[in-house]
């Protein structure tokens, strides 16, 4: 079946470091792809999305594109800070359907 | 414009009762799809309401059942309820029910089984 693997974590950074969170996926068809935040205690928030092989999608300095030929949409970001600590879930939308994985959680030290 | 909600925001029940989630979906979409998420884990489809009929399934029993009204808002119903059903219930809302509707997630229902 669809499933979606995603490096395990935490990942713990120091402010202003590089980000990288790989994420691969095997679906049957031709999904969307998406990352979503979830905060401490909260629901999860849309962070980026993209729908075609190729696509980047990008917000709040995030970036991630959408690679079909290797299945994977690899969050990046240049510099994080200590408010981006949160569990990041990479999310394969396979006719309206959104397959999660386990997600990783990410803390960001001063 | 008013985010998607969610009511209760905490619930606790007892093995073997009835519970029932509700979820207010944000002003103009007409699909609300539901996803339990466990203690640790990521989100798992449970089902999906397109225009008030059921869009999809997920693996879950039929204990799981569910409704959306005129009004697009829509209600989560869990029988005989077992300890492995405690999580947070998530409600999302959208446009539409495809592959690149973008769903919006509400707050959660926390619900503890004892």
């Known amino acids: 079946g669809d499933s979606v693997t995603q490096m395990e974590g935490p990942v713990t950074l120091s402010e202003e470091a590089f980000l990288t969170i790989n994420c691969t996926y095997t679906?049957?068809?031709?999904?969307?792809l998406f990352w979503y935040v979830q905060y401490p205690g909260e629901g999860l928030q849309l962070l980026l999305k993209?729908?075609?092989?190729?696509d980047k999608g990008s917000n709040k300095g995030f970036e991630a594109t959408y690679r079909k030929e290797t299945t994977s949409f690899h969050l990046e970001k240049g510099s994080v800070q200590v408010s981006d600590s949160a569990v990041y879930f990479c999310?394969?939308?396979?006719?309206?359907?959104?397959?999660f994985g386990q997600g990783t959680e990410l803390s960001v030290k001063p | 414009e008013t985010g998607v909600t969610q009511s209760p925001t905490h619930l606790i029940k007892t093995r073997g009762q009835q519970v029932t989630l509700r979820c207010s979906s944000q002003?103009?979409?007409?699909?609300v799809s539901w996803y339990q998420q466990a203690l640790g884990q990521g989100p798992q489809f449970i089902f999906q309401?397109?225009?008030?009929?059921?869009?999809g399934r997920g693996n879950f029993p039929p204990r799981f059942s569910g409704l959306q009204f005129p009004n697009y808002s829509s209600e989560l119903n869990v029988n005989a309820l077992e300890l492995d059903d405690s999580a947070l219930y998530l409600c999302?809302?959208?446009?539409?029910?495809?592959?690149?509707?973008?769903?919006?997630f509400g707050p959660g229902t926390r619900l503890t089984v004892l």
């Open positions: 002003s103009g979409h007409n699909t």
């Open positions: 999310a394969p939308n396979q006719g309206g359907k959104l397959i």
């Open positions: 679906a049957t068809g031709y999904p969307s």
């Open positions: 993209a729908t075609k092989a190729d």
């Open positions: 999302a809302s959208s446009l539409g029910g495809g592959r690149t509707d973008t769903q919006y």
């Open positions: 309401y397109y225009r008030e009929e059921e869009n």
